[in-house]
């Protein structure tokens, strides 16, 4: 397996969330030098360990509606027809595809097909507080999301590598600024850093708008 397989999103609670609001988490695990894959290399880059298992294991989110476009659905739900250890679980919950690409019947149990754009459809959701959402992979919808200002949190999980010469899909490329307010943090396994934050979306560098007002 490389590690183009999206692991379960980890969680770590947000310091007075309000949980009568649905929110919007955008959730990757990344190596250091950002890349969400990388040519030949296991899952997790080989470094995931019994703390970090043991925390997907919790699935504390699991009443979070799962977003993903159509890439990732056909990556996820293979590995799930395969039987890919950590995807069992991924099958009882709610899920999300945007596409124009995918037809239904689709065939991963208990997940729904969007067509319409993915950024109004989500904004939809998020007014009616019927429950809240994370992403998971999907680069392109993630960052769609966050540009449109829809994020409330961004979580990353960091594995101490760097792939600079197999790393695939850059997961920062086209994003727009944004400042990041740290809510929590956690080490798994001595290696593996967690890390939450606020997102705000920025019009460009703090230092330049200082000196603009």
Known sequence: MSSRFVARPSYLSPKDKDTTMAELLID????????????GWPG?????GPEYLA?????????YTVLMGATTYRLMSGFAAAGEPGTDGLAALSKVVFSTTLSDPLSWPNTQLVTEDPVEAVREM??????????????TLA???????????????????????????????GY??????MIGSRT????????????TLLTGPPGVREADA
């Open 126 to 139: 998020k007014d009616k507080a019927a429950t809240s959402m994370r992403t998971i992979g999907s680069l």
């Open 176 to 181: 727009p600024d944004v400042a990041l307010d």
């Open 55 to 63: 925390w997907l294991g919790e699935q504390p989110e699991a009443d």
């Open 28 to 39: 990757f695990i990344t190596s250091l030098d950002g890349y969400a894959a990388a040519d």
């Open 143 to 173: 960052r769609s999301l966050l540009r449109a200002g829809l994020a409330d949190r961004f979580r990353v999980v960091v594995f101490p590598v760097i792939t600079g010469s197999t790393g695939r899909e850059r997961i920062y490329d």
């Open 188 to 199: 798994f396994d001595g290696r593996i850093q967690l890390l939450e934050y606020v997102p």
């Open 44 to 48: 997790w880059w080989g470094l995931q």
